[in-house]
Each structure stands twice: as structure tokens, then as C-alpha cells.
């Protein structure tokens, strides 16, 4: 018969009372078959901080004060409590290294979810946030009292640079702020990145004159670390405000590289979040999408994609508000097994931003859940619009301002042409 390990049991305690410096983590878990549940929370705490999978003959004094501890378990859920010496101040990748490491391979859970971290006062002071926060893009780009606008040309890709940029120009001038590459376009033997960055600034430059109004892009510079810091100059010297990262495939240590980057031109970061899915999805193993978007505002972009419930990407209503609650509130309320408190302590707020299968009609949804306060990418239904780009674009715009004169889009539209094709050709479809 096989001897039982006894050390995880030591890392239970729910007597045990936090300190004011701990980071608390929150989890879902599913013990394996002939496993108990103590055990389980206690390996869960054990390897995620000082244990391992047996006694040891050496054991200097300090590690009891580094233990992590499972302190508080309800059902499937519990509470992990973690010493701030654990920590490397300002080390993003050693936080998930730790808290998100081993433990996800542990023979002993079945499932495991790390839905959120309650990131201390001592802990957030080593990070810069987001540079501009939500005021200083909206005073950047001049747009007050309606979400900001993007669209990326679509097919995602396949566009040349010259093609790309002429549906970026019809895409400022049927009144958006910006256009954005998608997740997979960085530079190919089609689509030059410099040679797109040097078209999208003439074109800016035209459409600017053209409108009055500021535009800017979404450029993608994901790529190995010192080539994105040579792309995020060129977007700079161009004219550039923002750049765009895809975050989850560049790494947590990237981001945080090119946050200081770009925070030397004084750009912006929008984080597209290409490839959450693989590990946010499954609601009972893994890592929550509310908890990357918390980490990636902490780390210091200004926006980052959150989902939009009526679109064609994963995600409900609420998960959505969360994710918005976690980027744009300065305190957080804990809400139990979904989310802890968080005390922002002064990091600037970030946009959630709403992308994914949406046209006009949905435009009321979007902003019921949302309202203002939002980055709205709406690609497909403005290039998809029977009269193109620009008129798609437009449709975009009258469909915002129905909402916010009290009007159905059906009695708008009446007086505004874009956007009764646009809902003649999508009505409210909610694409799946």
C-alpha cells in the first residue's frame, strides 16, 4: 500500500488571518478521484509557494514565514493567501510563475481555475499602468460622450499595404478614429510593416485635413522583443500615438519592455488578447479573462479587448462587465467565488474594448451593456455595408447617435439612409 504524504496539510489553516501586504488568490478546483479536499487546497497552496512533495530533512526557519496558506474554502472555491516576500517586486512573469506555475499540472486536481488576484498597495506601487488611462485618450484624440471607433480591413488578412491603407482612409472618413490591424498581421512579403505605417500616416494625415478630426491606428508590432521596439520608433517617428500588441502570445515581460518603450514617446498600448481563449474558456480550469485583463492594466496598457456578449467570441454579459468593472473602476467590490476586492491605489483606468461579428444593429446592445465608456470595433458590419466602407462607417455613427437622442435605429434610420441599408441587410443579427 502506498504511504500517504502528510506536508500539504500544513498549508491549511482557516484560522489563518492575512496580512495587509499578502496578495489572496481566488480558485475553482476539482480534487482527482481519492483525493481529499484539504489535500487538495493544501497542494494547491504548497506548490504554488515553498512546499513540495514530501517532508525534508532541512528546513530553515524562514520558509514557515513564506508559506502560502489556504485559508478559506467554500464548496469548490478557496482562498490562497501568499507572504509579499514571495514576490520580485515588478516581476509580472514570477507573479504567474508562482500563483499560475505548477500547479496546473498537479495529478492530484482535476480541474483547476485562477480566477482573480487582490494585488496590494506595496505590490501595484512597482508598476506604471496605463500611461494615458481613459481621460488622457479621450483628450488625446478629441472624442468626448461616445464610445471611440475602430475597424480593422477586412479579411483580417490578404490586403496588400496600398489596399490596406486606402480602407483605412474610408474608414477615418466615414467618422472613426481609428483603424486597426488584426492578430495576425504583423509584416508579410504582401503587407509591408513599414512600408503600411508610411501609407496609414499619408492617408491619417489627408483624412485629418479632410474632417477636422484626429485620427490614429492600431498597428501591430508584435514580433521579437527588440524588433517591436524598432517598430514602435517608426510608428513614432510617423506620427503615432497608440500601437498595438498582441499580448498573450508576446508574454507578460514583453508587454512590460514595451510599456516603458512606448511610454518614452508618450504612446498608447492596446492590447489585443489573440490566443485567451486557450486558457480562459473552460469556466473550470484555467485562468480567467477578468483576471489577464487586471494583470495587463497593472503591467500598463490603455485598453484591452474584453468581449461583447452579442458578437461571435465567447463571453456572457457579466463576464463582460467584470472585465469592464476591472478596467475602468478605481475600486472593486468583491463579489463571492467571482472576484475579490482590488483598491487600484491610484493606477489610471484602461478601456474595455468590444470587438467580434458586430454591424449597426447591434449598436444598442453594446451600449446598454457598456455605455460610453468603451473602445467599439466595428469591422465586418462597416466594410459588409451594401454601399461599402465608408457609408458602413456612417451607419456605425447614426446608430450611436439613436441611442443617445432616445430613438429606436428603425425610427432613425428613417432620416438616415447608411443606416437603413445596414439594418435591411443585418437587421439585429447576433452573429454565433
Keep these: 500500500m502506498q504511504k500517504k504524504v502528510e506536508w500539504y496539510l500544513d498549508f491549511v489553516d482557516s484560522a489563518y488571518k492575512p496580512a ?7 480558485f475553482y478546483f476539482e480534487p482527482a478521484k481519492g483525493v481529499s479536499v484539504n489535500e487538495a487546497i493544501g497542494r494547491i497552496a504548497s506548490e504554488s509557494s515553498t512546499g513540495t ?8 526557519p524562514r520558509m514557515k514565514n513564506l508559506m502560502a496558506h489556504a485559508y478559506h474554502r467554500e464548496g469548490n472555491f478557496v482562498k490562497v493567501s501568499y507572504p509579499f516576500d514571495l514576490w520580485e517586486p515588478g516581476n509580472s512573469p514570477q507573479l504567474l510563475s508562482g500563483i499560475a506555475g505548477n500547479i496546473f499540472g498537479m495529478k492530484a486536481l482535476d480541474n483547476l481555475r485562477l480566477i482573480d488576484i487582490q494585488l496590494p498597495k506595496e505590490y501595484l506601487k512597482h508598476f506604471s499602468g496605463p500611461l494615458h488611462g481613459m481621460s488622457g485618450i479621450r483628450k488625446m484624440m478629441n472624442v468626448y460622450n461616445r464610445p471611440l471607433l475602430g475597424a480593422v480591413p477586412k479579411p483580417k488578412i490578404g490586403f496588400s499595404d496600398v489596399e490596406h491603407a486606402q480602407i483605412g482612409y474610408e474608414t477615418w472618413m466615414g467618422g472613426f478614429d481609428f483603424v486597426k490591424d488584426d492578430e495576425n498581421l504583423t509584416s ?38 527588440d524588433e517591436m521596439k524598432r517598430r514602435a520608433k517608426l510608428l513614432h517617428d510617423y506620427g503615432f500615438r497608440y500601437a498595438m500588441i498582441d499580448v498573450v502570445t508576446c508574454g507578460f515581460s514583453s508587454v512590460q519592455t514595451l510599456r516603458e518603450t512606448l511610454g518614452d514617446y508618450g504612446m498608447a498600448i492596446h492590447a489585443h488578447r489573440a490566443m485567451h481563449a486557450s486558457f480562459d474558456k473552460n469556466p473550470k480550469h484555467g485562468i480567467s479573462m477578468y483576471l489577464l485583463a487586471k494583470l495587463m492594466k497593472m503591467i500598463g496598457v490603455d485598453q484591452i479587448h474584453s468581449g461583447t456578449a452579442v458578437g461571435k467570441l465567447v463571453g456572457t454579459a457579466d463576464e463582460v462587465r ?3 468593472d476591472v478596467l475602468r473602476e478605481d475600486n472593486i467590490h468583491e463579489i463571492k467565488n467571482i472576484r475579490l476586492n482590488q483598491n487600484w491605489h491610484g493606477i489610471k483606468k484602461a478601456f474595455p474594448v468590444t470587438s467580434g461579428g458586430l454591424h449597426p444593429g447591434l449598436v444598442p446592445d453594446l451600449l446598454k451593456l457598456f455605455g460610453d465608456e468603451c473602445v467599439m470595433l466595428v469591422s465586418g458590419g462597416i466594410h459588409g455595408h451594401p454601399r461599402g466602407t465608408r ?8 446608430a450611436i447617435d439613436a441611442v443617445h437622442e432616445g430613438e429606436t435605429l428603425e425610427q432613425h434610420a428613417k432620416f438616415n439612409p447608411e443606416l437603413q441599408e445596414a ?6 443579427l447576433k452573429p454565433i
Excluded: C
Design 20 to 26: 495587509k501586504n499578502e496578495l489572496t488568490a481566488l
Design 53 to 60: 512533495w514530501t517532508t525534508l530533512f532541512t528546513m530553515p
Design 188 to 225: 508579410t512579403k504582401f503587407n509591408n510593416f513599414d512600408k503600411r505605417v508610411k501609407l496609414l500616416a499619408k492617408l491619417r494625415d489627408k483624412a485629418e485635413h479632410a474632417t477636422g478630426d484626429k485620427k490614429d491606428a492600431y498597428i501591430n508590432i508584435t514580433a521579437e522583443t
Design 322 to 324: 467584470g472585465v469592464a
Design 391 to 398: 457609408a458602413g462607417a456612417m451607419a456605425t455613427r447614426q
Design 423 to 428: 439594418l435591411n441587410k443585418w437587421a439585429h
